[in-house]
């Protein structure tokens, strides 16, 4: 079982490697963004909270976001661990995090963060708006908004984990392929000493 953070800036390609690490080591996939998007698609009471947030490259308040993610880690009882892609966003989103999957008899294994440099995320992410259909890529003021929000709000986080050694950054820059090879070197070095702590306690 291992329960990772994907963390790093908008557009540093979280969405893209999640998709291939859920294939590979058979974890539930959560994107507070996917689901924020769904929502919104559907035009719920949830969806219509979010998108004024959203619309400007703001953070959703943190008590809509993290009941949201609440549910959904408890929709899935039986996973083997967890993807966690978009959150957490906040300090307080990890001590909610950190306090839901104590309850669940788990923690945070690792925080990996793609680090990508400014300019080149502003190119990805007006790329992605020509085909994602979302407003929020479309319009440079907010993809820099996000970027800020993401600097002020969001890397503290990096920080929270670091401090529990549990933290490592990688190149976000080169193919999908390499991208994957680096995480996957992470991870497969967690996962080992996770279980080997597990037998270790078991004795
Ligand atoms: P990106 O990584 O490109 O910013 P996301 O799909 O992760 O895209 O998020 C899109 C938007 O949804 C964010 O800009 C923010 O407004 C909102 N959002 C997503 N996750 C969170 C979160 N954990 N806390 C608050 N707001 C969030």
Redesign the pocket.
């Known amino acids: 079982m291992i329960n990772l953070i994907l963390f790093g800036?908008?557009?540093?390609g979280?969405?893209t490697q999640a998709a291939y690490l859920v294939e590979k080591y058979n974890l539930v996939h959560i994107?507070?963004?996917?689901l924020?998007?769904y929502e919104m698609g559907n035009d719920t009471p949830l969806g219509q909270q979010?998108k004024a947030?959203?619309s400007k490259?703001?953070?959703?308040p943190?008590e809509v976001?993290i009941g949201m993610?609440h549910n959904k880690v408890l929709a899935h009882p039986d996973a083997g661990g967890f993807i966690f892609?978009?959150?957490?966003?906040?300090i307080l989103?990890a001590e909610a995090l950190d306090r839901l999957l104590e309850e669940e008899g788990s923690v945070v294994h690792v925080l990996i963060a793609l680090n990508v440099d400014d300019e080149e995320i502003v190119k990805r992410?007006k790329l992605r708006g020509a085909t994602s259909g979302r407003a929020?890529?479309l319009d440079e003021n907010i993809i820099r908004n996000?970027i800020e929000?993401y600097k002020n709000e969001t890397t503290p986080v990096y920080d929270y984990y670091d401090q529990q050694g549990k933290s490592h950054m990688v190149d976000g820059i080169g193919s999908i392929d390499d991208i994957f090879n680096r995480l996957c070197a992470i991870i497969d070095t967690v996962g080992d000493n996770a279980m080997l702590t597990a037998q270790e306690e078991k004795k």
Do not use: M
């Open positions: 800036p908008p557009g540093s979280k969405g994107s507070t963004g996917d924020f998007r979010a947030y959203i490259g703001e953070l959703v943190d976001t993610l892609d978009g959150f957490p966003r906040t989103q992410i929020d890529d996000r929000v």
